[in-house]
């Protein structure tokens, strides 16, 4: 049974080590790659695929107490496992009304596809785009670039 595709579905993620256990409700807000330098760096990745839920669709079913949290940012933070190290969670008071969760760290398939690439100007030498996505960038990293 794929009864992850639908609304109402609930899609279960967590860490590494397992401490950490979450679950997103679907559907999902957006999917993206994002290129920037931080989220390179925290991930050890050339770029990471964000789903965003709300809040509201958002729980944490094990391990909270497990969970650290890193201001990148004067407006983000991220929030890893503080026993594995696992990067999951990334939240901004500029989106204050969901959260973003690292695609890989969940454990089944959400409601849609990766739609876009975001921060493209930021992104890695060694990662090549060539899937035809769009490609956002500048400043904002939300600017149109292709
Ligand atoms: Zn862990
Ligand atoms: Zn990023």
Known sequence: MQE???AGATVAG????????????LPTLFCAHCHCSMCRKSHGAG?????GVPYARF???AGEEALRRYDSSEHGWR???GECGSSMLCESSTHAAYIAIALASLDGAVDRAPSQHIFVDDRAGFVQIDDGLPRLGGKSGLEPRS
């Open 14 to 25: 967590g860490c590494l080590c397992g401490r950490v256990r979450f679950e997103i409700g």
């Open 79 to 81: 929030r890893f496992c």
């Open 47 to 51: 770029f990471v695929t964000w789903v």
């Open 4 to 6: 992850s595709e639908g």
């Open 59 to 61: 729980r944490i079913t």
